[in-house]
């Protein structure tokens, strides 16, 4: 055995945007599975759920009532995990009890006034206007002295905690870079000082010339499964060309944004032939003032689910405790998810 077979092998991977390692042991996907199997979740939604507090016109938890919206809304959170009045002061106790307070603003967007709809089954030009939405906030929100960092994401499906099926992401933007952004920072910085290049532009190329991950494209954007991933159908969204964050995209890569977006998350849907549940959110440059020529724009998915609509993913044992492991390989990954179909399994009206 004089060569690594990365298709049958134990190896690790290591990823160039964080430092850390995974483990793939893709002989183990042979196995039977014995485990949890998780509950499929009824399909059928209402357009209007009177009961539902992201609905237009009801009431939200926090007594505030919705306005009769006709297109993408957006909302400071009634119970957001950052506050706009928290002191930035620290305790610290002999450098091991050690605190900081964390200013920063929640918002909340529903994608569609719908409440029967995911991002797959909506319509580009819809997605396109909560690009727009979620631009505009960008841009407003970095403007802040205060805020240093804006997360935009989703959390979509029950398995992923979500607690409402209404169509709907957040913002939280914080005064401190956080844990994962704060680790890609790091890795840029890096490669960008010792090549004079961007560490996912290298990247790109790279994953072009070999075509092994590579899911969709369009004129601006590639949706790829990353030689690291974790998740068992993790992609990243990457811009085509260098750009930091939504400060600098352009209409028509709005446009190819919310085209692939689209591709993808149908895409998910098809797997299983299921709402797929996932953790999504864009990874952007900081709002700190500094000049980031090192970072370019991407987006990750996070799925959870593993061999079927009823099988998850867990991070147990050596995973919490060592790090990441994997069965299927990212290359399998990416080839099952490059055959499906455009076309969503609900929806037969849209066509690539």
């Known amino acids: 055995m004089n060569k690594l077979n990365l298709s ?10 964080t ?4 483990l793939v042991s893709p002989h183990r996907a042979k196995r039977p599975w014995q485990g949890k ?40 959170n009634d119970f957001g995990a ?14 091991l009890l050690i605190a900081k307070g964390e200013p920063g603003i929640c918002r909340v967007i529903c994608f569609s006034p719908r409440h029967d709809l995911t991002l797959a089954e909506m319509e580009v030009s819809d997605i396109k206007q909560v690009v727009n939405v979620w631009t505009d906030e960008f841009k407003r929100l970095s403007k802040k002295p205060e805020i240093n960092y804006v997360q935009i994401f989703e959390n979509k499906g029950a398995l992923m905690g979500c607690s409402n099926p209404h169509p709907h992401g957040q913002i939280w933007a914080d005064n401190t870079i956080p844990n994962e952004p704060a680790k890609e920072l790091k890795k840029f910085r890096e490669y960008y000082q010792k090549n004079k290049r961007c560490l996912l532009c290298d990247y790109l190329k790279l994953e072009l010339k070999l075509k092994e991950r590579i899911v969709c494209m369009n004129d601006h954007f590639i949706a790829l499964v990353p030689f ?6 993790e992609t990243m969204i990457l811009s085509r060309r260098h750009f930091g964050s939504l400060l600098e995209i352009n209409d028509s890569e709005k446009e190819s944004l919310a085209d692939i977006i689209k591709r993808i998350t149908t895409r998910y849907d098809n797997l299983f032939k299921v709402s797929f549940p996932y953790s999504a959110g864009f990874h952007q440059s900081p709002t700190d003032g500094e000049d980031h020529v090192e970072w370019h724009f991407h987006l990750h998915f ?15 044992g050596f995973e919490m405790l060592a790090n990441p492991q994997r069965d299927i390989t990212a290359e399998w990954s990416a080839m099952k998810l490059k055959n499906l179909s455009e076309i969503h399994f609900k929806n037969t009206e849209y066509v690539k």
Not at 228 to 233: E, G, Q, S, V
């Open 302 to 316: 996070y799925p959870p689910l593993l061999r079927s609509a009823t099988v998850k993913k867990f991070m147990v």
């Open 82 to 95: 950052l506050l706009p009045d928290t002191p930035a002061l620290s305790v610290n106790h002999e450098n």
């Open 19 to 22: 430092g850390e390692w995974i």
């Open 228 to 233: 690291w991933a974790i998740w068992p159908f």
């Open 8 to 17: 049958e092998h134990p190896h690790r991977r290591y990823n160039i945007l």
């Open 37 to 76: 199997v998780e509950d499929t979740p009824p399909e059928h939604r209402p357009l209007y759920d009177p009961k539902c507090y992201l609905c237009p016109g009801n009431e939200r938890a926090g007594g505030v009532k919705n306005p009769i919206y006709k297109e993408t809304f957006v909302f400071d």
